[in-house]
């Protein structure tokens, strides 16, 4: 079953998120694949990455930070942030910082302890995308987005907060 | 009061709708305790001892007379006749089913009130002086602000999963009674360089186990800069504040580690990024606010008016509520009177529902239809006029509500301790009764005069035990309740944190260690000293030395 949500509807997922132990053989191995990297193997491994002919991404986990990512952040269509625990809350304000700081146009993707009750926020603080944990109900996950018809804060959707709106 | 507009209502009936969903989930089997718990919590709902328990937002303390009717309604029909005042200005019920929750909360959101991040990693509601708008020391009222905080904390989406909770008090008078210094945040509204008011803002205090007073990480900044400046502070410790382990993951912890200049240094590269964002709070938006608490028609009064004179000369009971319950109003002709909670037997903060139909009542007809809740668990009726004063005590007596302990030894803070809490080491209620019964002479306690006793029956300090004059703490000893006793706390603006005197004691020994303490402050206490005055002036030692000599 379709365990990914895109945009606010339920769509394939062609990449592969690589464990925080792997090495550049896994790229030989897999040519032309989708691969979401952890930020280690990001950084030890540029050349391999630039040589490789198919997709790469990276994954930040909760206690890494996107300035890590170096200057080709920009280049990235995607950026997974993980979240070990869903009350680990440290990957919310990373994505706030990539879409307002960097101004990160690509996909932000939550992967990890994703749960129905978190998308909403999630979504709010610039997540596009929920690869969500295996037991969760896709169906269930998708009214999560309108559990609120509004908020007070800005979102990423709406960047002026509700008192300059009312 | 400020009064919801379409937004408002729409968020708090959208939230009914989303916590009923939730609670029938997890009823189905269908969200693991795990996963249901941090979204009850934030919904103030814990499981205890003995029953659910339902913490309901009370912002800043203020409620009307409508909406005390409703928690009188809640307490008859879904507890069991009764509420508990607690020290963050809110309300608890202690019996409410769970299935039942849901119900409730729709019941609340038609008065505009719900039970949101009352408890739970996450920001809670702020708290400010019961005295805001009314006050004759203000500098500003605070109220305003306290509600442009209630609107950016709630559901934040960015901070609703924190290292841990997370408080925020606001100051606007010159004597702070809020506690302000051991919150997370502490705000205090300043004037500026040229005269404009805006704020000072501390971060890093709190109770709990490793009680801390703020540190300053903004000296001023101008008003529209309060939104920004929260945003900042909350980024950082949300990403920075530990998360490895409970106790040590309180914004003190992180500025302690971190050291203040650090603190502050990275605090101002966030804000820096995001200052003159939307976020950047309007001049349209402060008035909007502000507009909510403007004075009610007020009339045109005299100060000691015959009607309130005469009695205070024949009644003696009344003189004593009077010249310790009554405190003077910025308007001429009107006082402020605080309603104590602390009748010896009955427990610190509890309220039937009884007496909140009557409080309703009695602010309709004395005070324009408002109340405010004081973190020291008391009611506040902040607009009486002087010349009402002996009716609405009158009232109050037949109510058992004119008890005249306010600031006395006998006004103690007391959490609800081992009788319903879960968290709890030792019981903290029978302590405050022991205590009331031993100093039960009203000539007596005015003699002794200002000094606070806090409770708390673990260390997680929800009854404020380190900044009370006497402070009180429930340990365990090999499973037997005993009592630490610390001396010298105040949360004023002076603020201190109290020091153990010593090894503790048993439940038995309280009401005589107390008696100790308190005479060995009247035989050293020079002209007008308070008990805090002459602790700081003579220490520790004369106090211990009497507490733990041997008897011959």
């Not at chain 1, 206690?63 to 269509?77: C, H, N, S, T």
């Not at chain 2, 307490?75 to 006749?81: E, I, L, P, T």
């Amino acid at each position: 079953m379709q365990k990914l949500i895109k945009n606010g509807s339920l769509t394939d997922n062609h990449w592969t998120i690589l464990k925080v132990a792997s090495g550049p053989e896994v790229l030989q191995a897999a040519p032309g694949k989708s691969f979401i990297v952890p930020l280690q193997f990001w950084k030890k491994y540029q050349d391999e990455i630039q040589d490789y002919n198919g997709n790469i991404a990276v994954w930040l986990d909760s206690d890494e930070r996107p300035e890590q990512i170096g200057e080709r952040l920009q280049k990235l269509q995607l950026i997974a942030l993980n979240f070990p625990l869903f009350t680990d809350g440290r990957s919310y304000s990373n994505a706030r910082e990539l879409r307002q700081r960097f101004e990160f146009k690509g996909e932000i993707r939550a992967i990890g302890d994703v749960l129905r009750d978190q998308l909403y926020f999630m979504s709010r603080c610039g997540f596009d995308a929920f690869d969500l944990r295996q037991d969760q109900d896709p169906q269930l996950c998708l009214q999560a987005f309108t559990d609120f018809k509004t908020a007070y804060q800005s979102s990423i959707a709406e960047p002026d907060p509700l008192f300059r709106r009312r | 009061m400020y009064k919801y507009d379409g937004y408002d209502h729409q968020m708090l009936a959208d939230r009914v709708v989303q916590f009923q969903d939730q609670t029938d989930r997890f009823i189905a089997g269908k969200l693991s305790d795990a996963e249901f718990l941090p979204l009850r919590l934030q919904n103030g709902l814990y499981i205890q001892r003995l029953a659910p328990m339902l913490r309901v937002a009370v912002p800043y303390g203020m409620l009307s007379s409508a909406q005390l009717r409703k928690l009188a309604f809640i307490a008859n029909h879904y507890d069991k006749g009764y509420a508990h005042f607690t020290t963050r200005q809110n309300i608890q019920f202690n019996w409410p089913n769970l299935e039942e929750v849901p119900e409730l909360l729709g019941h609340l959101a038609e008065v505009e009130m719900h039970a949101i991040q009352t408890s739970g990693n996450c920001i809670r509601n702020t708290t400010t002086d019961q005295f805001a708008g009314v006050a004759v020391d203000e500098l500003e009222d605070s109220r305003g602000y306290c509600e442009i905080i209630r609107q950016w904390s709630t559901f934040h989406p960015e901070f609703a999963f924190l290292p841990r909770k997370f408080k925020i008090a606001v100051c606007g008078t010159a004597v702070d009674q809020a506690a302000t210094q051991v919150h997370d945040i502490g705000i205090y509204l300043v004037p500026g360089p040229e005269g404009e008011v805006g704020f000072r803002i501390l971060a890093g205090g709190g109770l709990g186990r490793t009680p801390v007073i703020g540190q300053e990480i903004f000296e001023y900044i101008e008003k529209q800069h309060l939104l920004t400046a929260l945003d900042a502070i909350l980024r950082v410790y949300n990403r920075e504040g530990r998360r490895d382990n409970k106790y040590k993951a309180r914004i003190k912890i992180l500025v302690r580690e971190t050291g203040v200049e650090e603190f502050r240094n990275k605090v101002l590269k966030e804000w820096d990024l995001i200052k003159d964002s939307s976020l950047m709070l309007t001049e349209d938006e402060i008035q909007r606010c502000k507009s909510f608490f403007t004075d009610p028609a007020y009339r045109e009064l005299e100060n000691n008016p015959p009607q309130l004179t005469k009695y205070l000369s024949q009644d003696l009971l009344f003189t004593n509520w009077h010249q310790q319950n009554v405190h003077p109003h910025k308007i001429k002709g009107y006082a402020i009177v605080t309603v104590c909670f602390k009748e010896t037997g009955v427990a610190p903060g509890d309220v039937t529902d009884i007496q909140l139909q009557q409080l309703a009542e009695l602010a309709d007809e004395h005070s324009f239809g408002e109340i405010r809740v004081s973190h020291k668990q008391n009611i506040v009726l902040a607009d009486v006029p002087q010349d009402e004063l002996y009716t609405l005590w009158k009232r109050l007596k037949s109510g058992a509500m004119a008890t005249h302990n306010l600031g006395l030894l006998t006004d103690m803070i007391c959490c609800p301790g081992g009788d319903f809490c879960a968290l709890a080491n030792a019981k903290s209620i029978p302590i405050a009764e022991s205590i009331q019964r031993t100093f039960s002479d009203h000539e007596e306690l005015k003699n002794i005069g200002e000094v606070n006793i806090n409770i708390s029956g673990c260390m997680n300090a929800c009854g404020h035990h380190h900044v009370g004059n006497i402070g009180i703490l429930g340990v365990d000893k090999k499973g037997e309740e005993f009592y630490q006793v610390s001396l010298g706390g105040s949360s004023k603006n002076s603020a201190s944190l109290g020091k153990i005197i010593g090894p503790s004691f048993s439940q038995q020994q309280i009401p005589e260690v107390i008696e100790k303490i308190i005479a060995v402050y009247k035989t050293n206490r020079e002209a007008d000293e308070r008990f805090i005055d002459t602790y700081q002036r003579i220490g520790m030692d004369p106090f211990k030395e009497i507490v733990y000599a041997k008897a011959d």
